[in-house]
């Protein structure tokens, strides 16, 4: 007699075929078996006709000729040509007359004036304590000799922060009030921001040349992204309630962006102003190798030079800029909204009226007792003590030491058995091979969409024939975001941990995430020397407060509920943080590694003063000899790579909480 076997609920098949279809219901294994299916077709075939470790000169486009061509063009045009003499030279006059106009003013100011001017603003914004700040950082500057070119950094800065807002503001309008102009302006918004600001310069230097127009143009450009992002966002996150009662009342669409949309964003727009003026700041630094001048510049011949003491003096004053610019603008922007506090008579206007009696009464008695700029009796020299120290640090830590070694040594080290390794072991693979490691590791935390972004962007390094170079970049970057990481995940575990530890740390991070990208090579090259182990330590030190920030905010973010679950089940601190913090926390997690590799990257690149090598070697090379061509070519692998790094390590959501 037939027996009927009804089929059992949730079993899919046989048994041997179970553990085959609960793998393939992970969207993970179903992209590498795909991918693996691709490349089972396309890598024998590709092999078979470009074989090798190196990208195979078949496929390689040869632009230094055009592009040199492109160069001798512009140059022989300059004096000539209708677009140079009536747009791109009257641009460049307008921005040589207004820095200089600035300049002018710093000057007539006085010393004293300029820093009464700092010292009011901050007292206005934050209170006394950051007015005192503002005060002593600008005397620190005169007593270091470095007042005139703080004062020309402070000219390339207003003139920079102002067009870039300015541009900002416009393109925040206009993504912030059109949906379709919001989606076609958000990736690229994405994509300049991940760009080394390295790749900037050679667009502009071929343009306008090496000079101050080039300069400012390049920090405009590199500048003006957080304004429009941050102003788009304050626009289409105003208040629906307060829309409706507005349009409610008649008004019109000027009357609801001027009486509603603009007041609702102010600390978005705050906050744009903020990151514009840090990112101002760190490319008016870096844009000295394409004749900035200013701090920068004395930083860029100190380190030419490896005078490390010229290169300390000069650098305090960056940073000293950079907390003051920080500071002050960040409490300007907590202040929005809130209550005013303190006398009546210090409130509102009569408050601006006396900071303006203040200000004027010290300019005109700097100004008879003869302080137009620092007095040269009131300098103290540092460069010589600082050198003296360092040479010390040359004798005595750099070998030699005993059982833990010197700083030489771990640079040796760690170039010798990590960066030389990786170095060798990417240059030797065979191209195809890194295109599928890239492909999977994209798809695998993003989409197919961003899978093929980071191939064809790695794929264009190789066409344009500077792979080799590009592996040995890729390399310190590999090498210097494991080290990030490995440090930075485990201190923010600590910070998420302990409250008191947090505390002690935060204010570390707000003073290192102020510094720009160029001063941290100044104390790697004291301790380690220069090379490409030093970039990484510079690369390593920056990127840090990014990863313990995101980190810690995650780890922190991870549901109560969740905690209290594993808690009252007897889990160890441990079993916690493996078993619930990490994986609930891993959007987090992803985007700290974004950001990790982003920040590595930029200063890898910089780090090519100081002996780096790979891409930004050819780019420092090209500025140097003249050749823009071959630093063109390097510039855009920077931006292929910038793009592929950013794609690999990008979360599928990554949109949505960056945005937030």
């Known amino acids: 007699m037939a027996t009927a076997h009804a089929a059992t609920p949730g079993v899919a098949g046989p048994p041997g075929r179970r553990p085959l279809l609960t793998l393939l219901r992970r969207p993970t294994a179903v992209k590498l078996l795909a991918l693996a299916l691709i490349a089972a077709v396309a890598v024998p075939v590709v092999h078979a006709r470009w074989s090798g470790a190196p990208w195979p000169g078949a496929l390689t486009v040869d632009l230094t000729a055009p592009l040199g061509e492109v160069n001798d063009w512009i140059i022989a045009n300059r004096d000539s040509h209708p677009l140079f003499l009536y747009f791109l030279g009257h641009l460049s006059n307008a921005v040589v007359l207004s820095v200089r106009g600035v300049y002018l003013l710093l000057l007539a100011l006085g010393w004293a004036g300029v820093t009464a001017v700092a010292a009011v603003m901050a007292w206005r914004a934050a209170g006394s304590r950051l007015a005192l700040t503002a005060a002593v950082s600008f005397v620190v500057c005169g007593l270091l000799g470095m007042w005139v070119p703080t004062m ?42 991940v760009l080394p600001a390295f790749a900037y310069l050679l667009p502009v230097a071929l343009v306008f040349g090496i000079g101050v127009p080039g300069a400012v143009l390049a920090t ?37 962006l001027l009486t509603a949309r603009l007041p609702l964003a102010r600390k978005e727009l705050l906050l744009g102003l903020n990151q514009t003026i840090m990112m101002a700041l760190s490319m008016a630094v870096i844009a000295s190798v394409i004749g900035a001048g200013g701090l920068g510049d004395r930083v860029y011949q100190a380190l030419s030079s490896v005078d490390v003491g010229a290169a300390l003096a000069a650098g305090i004053p960056i940073v000293l800029l950079a907390v003051v610019l920080d500071r002050t603008t960040e ?301 063109l070519v390097a510039g855009a692998a920077i931006v292929c790579l910038g793009l592929m790094l950013d794609r690999v390590t990008q979360p599928t959501t990554r949109t949505a909480r960056k945005e937030s």
């Open 152 to 193: 020309q950094t402070l000219a390339l800065m207003v003139v920079a922060v102002l067009a870039s807002v300015a541009l900002g503001v416009l393109l925040g309008l206009a993504a912030g009030l059109s949906d379709r102009t919001f989606r076609a302006l958000r990736p690229v918004l994405d994509t300049m921001q």
């Open 220 to 256: 405009v450009v590199y500048a003006a992204p957080p304004m429009a992002r941050l102003t788009a966002l304050g626009l289409r996150g105003a208040d629906p309630g307060v829309m409706e009662a507005v349009s409610s009342l008649g008004a019109t669409g000027r009357q609801r």
């Open 331 to 631: 409490a300007a922007g907590r202040r929005v909204g809130a209550e005013p506090t303190g006398p009546a008579v210090l409130r509102g206007a009569r408050g601006w009226g006396l900071a303006a009696v203040i200000v004027a009464a010290v300019v005109v008695v700097g100004r008879f007792t003869g302080g137009r700029i620092w007095p040269e009796g009131a300098i103290v020299a540092v460069a010589g003590p600082v050198n003296t120290a360092k040479e010390w640090m040359v004798d005595h830590l750099y070998t030699g030491v005993p059982v833990i070694g010197g700083t030489a040594d771990w640079a040796a080290h760690f170039t010798n058995w990590i960066l030389n390794p990786l170095r060798s072991g990417l240059q030797g693979l065979p191209w195809w091979s890194v295109l599928l490691i890239v492909a999977a590791l994209a798809w695998t935390i993003g989409t197919w969409r961003t899978a093929l972004t980071a191939v064809l962007a790695l794929a264009a390094i190789g066409v344009l024939g500077v792979w080799e170079p590009s592996m040995d970049t890729l390399s310190q970057v590999v090498a210097a975001v494991a080290v990030t990481l490995v440090i930075g995940f485990a201190t923010a575990v600590g910070a998420a941990r302990s409250e008191r530890f947090e505390r002690l740390l935060r204010p570390v991070l707000d003073v290192f995430q102020t510094m720009p990208q160029f001063v941290y090579l100044i104390p790697v090259v004291a301790l380690f020397g220069v090379g490409r182990a030093p970039a990484a330590a510079a690369a390593v030190v920056y990127a840090l407060p990014a990863v313990i920030r995101i980190t810690t905010q995650g780890l922190r973010g991870v549901d109560p509920a969740a905690m209290e679950c594993a808690r009252s089940l007897g889990a160890t601190r441990g079993q916690q943080l493996r078993q619930v913090q990490l994986p609930l926390a891993r959007p987090a997690l992803l985007l700290a590694v974004n950001q990790g590799v982003v920040l590595v990257l930029a200063v890898v690149i910089i780090g090519a003063l100081v002996g780096s090598g790979g891409l930004g070697y050819l780019v420092v090379l090209g500025l140097a000899q003249g050749d823009l061509a071959t630093g």
